[in-house]
């Protein structure tokens, strides 16, 4: 079957759908809708969104952090239930560091729960994809979340590149 995939930027019109496939999606700390509105707008440069037609099959949402800019964060990359585990995660981040925002960055960076075994994989997969290394460290231990949220995990940065400068 053809692949009608299309990566663009996201609008406005797009953050409902971002909250929907974020809260469906698995295994994501769902944001407020008013965030989605945010990275969809304020942040666009430095998002992209898998469009299979009229539906949102996947999106990076991200930006350029103040206090590192040479890197593109992940804050968060989700793919629809029905279309995990077929290549395009991969495909989403390296649509992000094309995105006008992060084109010129040198390093991709995220965070990740030890737990979340797609996740490490979607960003070893693509580190190993770009022929650059994927340093983990931990960055957000246990005692900085508020406990009466419920358990939360570690929260392990990752730096990749690095990246190849085209
Ligand atoms: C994480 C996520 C975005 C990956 O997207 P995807 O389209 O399924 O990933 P891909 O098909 O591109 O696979 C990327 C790599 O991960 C591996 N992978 C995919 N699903 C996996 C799973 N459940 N367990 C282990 N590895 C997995 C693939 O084999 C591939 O490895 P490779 O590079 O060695 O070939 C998707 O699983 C998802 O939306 N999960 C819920 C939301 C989430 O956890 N987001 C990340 C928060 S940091």
Do not use: K
């Not at 390296?94 to 996740?119: C, E, K, M, Q």
């Not at 580190?127 to 570690?154: I, K, M, N, T, W």
């Amino acid at each position: 079957m053809a692949d009608l995939i299309t990566f663009r930027a996201p609008a406005a019109s797009d953050a409902a759908g971002l909250w929907r496939l974020a809260r469906d999606s698995g295994s994501l700390d769902l944001n407020s809708p008013y965030a989605y509105l945010m990275w969809c707008t304020d942040f666009a440069d430095s998002a992209v969104v898998a469009a299979d037609g009229d539906e949102i099959a996947g999106f990076v949402v991200g930006h350029r952090p103040p206090t590192g800019p040479d890197a593109a964060f992940v804050w968060q990359v989700a793919v629809a239930r029905s279309q995990q585990g077929s290549g395009l995660g991969r495909r989403l981040l390296l649509a992000f560091l094309d995105r006008p925002g992060n084109r010129d960055a040198h390093w991709l960076t995220a965070t990740v729960t030890p737990s979340n075994a797609a996740s490490l994989a979607l960003f070893r997969g693509t580190a190993a994809h770009l022929g650059v290394a994927c340093e983990e460290r931990e960055r957000f231990p246990v005692a900085v979340f508020p406990a009466e949220a419920g358990d939360h995990e570690p929260e392990v940065a990752l730096r990749i590149g690095p990246l190849p400068a085209d």
